[in-house]
């Protein structure tokens, strides 16, 4: 290995980044046996949060591309996890609502990502995932200074 690759593999961005992936990759296989990839559950979830909820604001909310919403938006209903239906405030717009098996998914999800996420961090002592999570907060929580 080069001195320039180890480098790159030491800098904290990259360890961040590889450790994201690799924590990404298990929750996306545990959450696959409920049939949802990682954009379905935070659509599912952000219905939850948010809903009854505008089609068009939950995208936005979420910063995904109003094509791939409806395509998002059809497996959930289709899965019988959320409802469309024209928004009271303005019949030109659906509004999304999570239905009680939506709710249910939810929640076994929250479980499996709970799984995933301890397998990701099972390296580490107890004390060390608690450090972890409060420098990971304190540097997601910093102001941007670009």
């Not at 098996?101 to 929640?107: H, N, P, S, T």
């Amino acid at each position: 290995m080069t001195a320039a690759l180890r480098h790159i593999q030491s800098l904290p961005s990259w360890l961040v980044g590889r450790v994201a992936a690799r924590g990404r990759g298990l929750v996306a296989e545990a959450i696959a046996v409920e049939g949802l990839k990682l954009m379905h559950h935070a659509v599912l979830a952000a219905t939850a949060e948010y809903g009854p909820v505008a089609q068009a604001e939950l995208g936005r909310r979420l910063a995904v591309d109003p094509k791939d919403m409806v395509g998002i938006l059809n497996h959930l209903q289709e899965a019988g996890l959320i409802l469309r239906a024209p928004d009271p405030a303005d019949r030109r717009k659906n509004a999304v609502t999570v239905t009680t098996e939506g709710e249910a998914v939810l929640e076994r999800c929250a479980a499996l990502a709970e799984a995933a996420n301890a397998e990701l961090l099972a390296p580490l002592a107890p004390e060390e995932r608690d450090t972890l999570l409060a420098l990971l907060a304190r540097l997601h929580e910093a102001p941007a200074s670009f």
